[in-house]
């Protein structure tokens, strides 16, 4: 059970304000996913939570203790980063035998297995792995680590969508055995949307959202049927995005879903349904 | 056993490998040399006399600093081990490889003195063959090498490219700037920069123990820059 609490987090890179007076707090035992356009500042954000780079004001804490440069606090987390960090000359299984010094909670056995079940072979360098079998590699690591609250920073970077499947699968059973902090930085967010429980979105260096993700998905709905038809329904409605197929329209409609007109759509002909994600981050962070 | 001691641990490997080749090379040249003498040149004039050995274990110490920083500092952020533990670990692992390595050129100028006229560095410059001054100075100056080729790897990861190129060319303009300065005082700062290292290495009375205080001062210097250099370093690409 560990508590991230970030106050105040500004970060700049030169002239550049990667990161703008960022506060939020990541409660214990819930999967978060920490979505943003590029350069949004995600990675940022996330390497300053795991001490890889510092902040220029504001600080950052796991239960109480700042992260700068405290073991203790580090310990807690594992961070699977976007870029390759680890030696490329040593062997898969010298480096679980590895992380296992630093990462006294690392389950061999589970990282053994999962790697079987991913078809990783553990015999080889990490220079000869693939992009996707280097993802594949890095998440083994972060999810046989046990740490209380660990991190993934586009996990699915090259992995056919098998692969994609199994992980979101391995994550949410990984969760489930034993309930820990999960945040997911990724740009895949139809797939990841299922996982989450609750959704942080930063748009320019700023946190603009942090809601659960059924709150959030419960602020707009979609409607869809004749064209015509929905265009009458829209009238005076605040939308988002429309999709037309040839006479067939569907469109989100930005307001809460207690707020539906069931009487107007059933005289239209018109049906309801659930707004996604992907089209609720693409209108906020526009 | 403590994280610092695990992650010297991890630096140690690095330097398995390396440390392997070099006595491999080292061991047959002293195997050739012997070799040669026991063969050709005793039975023709005996005059001859080798060494050479310490030099090449500081030119490796030298490299294996500049090595030592880029790959370990990333892998051990992946692990998300703090800088501060980083530093220690580090000099835990230099001074041991630095005091193995001395130790084992100080034994081996032992063994080949009994083969063959062999003189170390330390003999050749304070004519002293004790063991132990051998040893000390050995020491003293690998682990000045080693944290030396550290800092300069750690100073270049830090900088930007324009920093990177100035550091490239101060030691030519430091060069440039003491002759200037030499033409100008007529010789005398040449003069005292050679008097002052003929004290502080020690070669007024022969003592090589000033010398190995001299290299261990430096040394603490040269860590104390790498603290410094460290503690706001950030991953890089």
């Given amino acids: 059970m560990s508590i991230i609490e970030i106050r105040n987090v500004t970060k700049d890179y030169g002239n550049t304000k990667a990161l ?165 930085s990724t740009h895949l967010i139809e797939e990841v949307e299922t996982v989450l429980e609750e959704v942080i979105i930063i748009k320019e260096g700023k946190l603009i959202v942090k809601k659960p993700v059924e709150e959030l998905l419960a602020s707009a709905y979609m409607i869809s049927g004749e064209a015509s038809k929905v265009d009458e329904y829209l009238r005076g409605k605040n939308y988002i995005e429309e999709d037309v197929m040839g006479k067939f329209k569907s469109v989100t409609v930005m307001d809460n879903i207690n707020h539906k007109n069931e009487a107007l759509a059933k005289e239209l002909n018109l049906d309801f349904s659930k707004a996604e994600l992907q089209k609720l981050f693409i209108s906020l962070t526009n | 056993m403590n994280n610092t001691l695990k992650v010297s641990k991890y630096l140690f490997r690095d330097f398995k490998n390396a440390l392997l080749i070099f006595y491999g090379i080292i061991l047959a040249i002293a195997v050739l040399m012997a070799a040669l003498f026991l063969n050709v040149i005793s039975q023709e004039s005996g005059n001859a006399s080798f060494g050479g050995f310490g030099f090449s274990a500081f030119i490796f110490l030298f490299v294996s600093g500049l090595n030592c920083f880029k790959a370990n500092f990333k892998f051990l952020q992946a692990n998300n081990i703090s800088r501060k533990r980083f530093y220690y670990a580090n000099i835990i692992t230099l001074l041991s490889i630095s005091a193995f390595m001395a130790l084992i050129d100080a034994s081996m100028t032992k063994v080949l003195k009994l083969i063959m006229p062999y003189e170390d560095i330390v003999e050749q410059l304070y004519k002293n063959d004790l063991f132990f001054s051998s040893f000390i100075w050995s020491f003293a100056l690998f682990t000045l090498a080693a944290s030396a080729g550290w800092c300069i790897t750690m100073l270049y990861y830090k900088c930007d490219k324009l920093m990177k190129t100035i550091i490239s060319f101060a030691p030519v303009l430091l060069v440039i700037l003491l002759v200037m300065l030499n033409n100008v005082t007529e010789g005398a700062l040449g003069i005292s920069i050679i008097k002052s290292l003929t004290v502080v290495l020690g070669f007024t009375n022969n003592n090589p123990y000033t010398a190995a205080l001299s290299f261990l001062v430096a040394t603490a210097g040269v860590l104390g820059l790498c603290y410094l250099l460290i503690r706001r370093i950030a991953i890089k690409d």
């Fill in chain 1, 20 to 184: 703008s007076d960022i506060s939020l707090t990541f409660e214990p035992n819930k999967i978060y996913g920490l979505l943003g356009r590029n350069g949004a500042g995600k990675t940022t954000l996330l390497n300053l939570m795991t001490n890889k780079i510092f902040p220029n004001q504001g600080n950052i804490t796991i239960d109480g203790d700042i992260v700068l440069e405290n073991d203790k606090a580090l310990n807690n987390i594992f961070y699977m980063v976007e870029k390759n960090m680890y030696p490329e000359n040593l062997k898969v299984k010298e480096i679980f035998r590895w992380t296992k010094e630093f990462y006294p909670l690392f389950d061999a056995e589970y990282a053994n297995a999962l790697a079987k079940k991913f078809e990783l072979n553990v015999n080889k360098k990490v220079k000869s792995l693939s992009t996707g079998y280097t993802s594949i590699f890095k998440a083994i690591i972060a999810l046989a680590s046990n740490a209380n609250i660990i991190i993934f920073d586009e996990p699915v970077l090259g992995l056919d969508a098998n692969h994609r499947s199994m992980f979101y699968k391995e994550v949410i059973s990984n969760y489930s055995e034993n309930p820990k902090t999960i945040i997911i």
